[in-house]
Nanobody, 128 residues
């Protein structure tokens, strides 16, 4: 059984930065992802970090956050981070950490249904 504990959300002005953390326990996970859900909208992919024996470490980002957000992992702590810079009001959402036991294919990693465990979510609010 996997458990995830998220932290780091809050209120920030546009152009500011926040760093989200997600600590995983219970299993060894090969894929750590971040999703977000704004009011009235569907949950959307933000970023993912994967590891596999054949391809090593890989990261992928949604186009809307590329160049502003950075996902990173501390394998010793089984923790993933999402550094969010140059935040915009449209980044306002509840951010969810998700993990999977397998690294997954390129087609799978952006789909919420391919993750095994989810965090409780943390609110990020960006004021204009």
């Amino acid at each position: 059984q996997g458990q995830l504990v998220e932290s780091g959300g809050g209120l920030v002005q546009a152009g500011g930065s926040l760093r989200l953390s997600c600590a995983a326990s219970g299993r060894t996970f090969r894929r750590f992802g971040w999703f977000r859900q704004a009011p009235g909208k569907e949950r959307e992919f933000v970023a993912v970090s994967t590891w596999s024996a054949w391809s090593g470490d890989s990261t992928y980002y949604a186009d809307s956050v590329k160049g502003r957000f950075t996902i990173s992992r501390d394998n010793a702590k089984n923790t993933v981070y999402l550094q969010m810079n140059s935040l915009k009001p449209e980044d306002t959402a509840v951010y969810y950490c998700a993990v999977a036991l397998l690294p997954g294919t390129t087609a799978q990693i952006m789909g919420a249904g391919s993750y095994d465990y989810w965090g409780q979510g943390t609110q990020v609010t960006v004021s204009s």
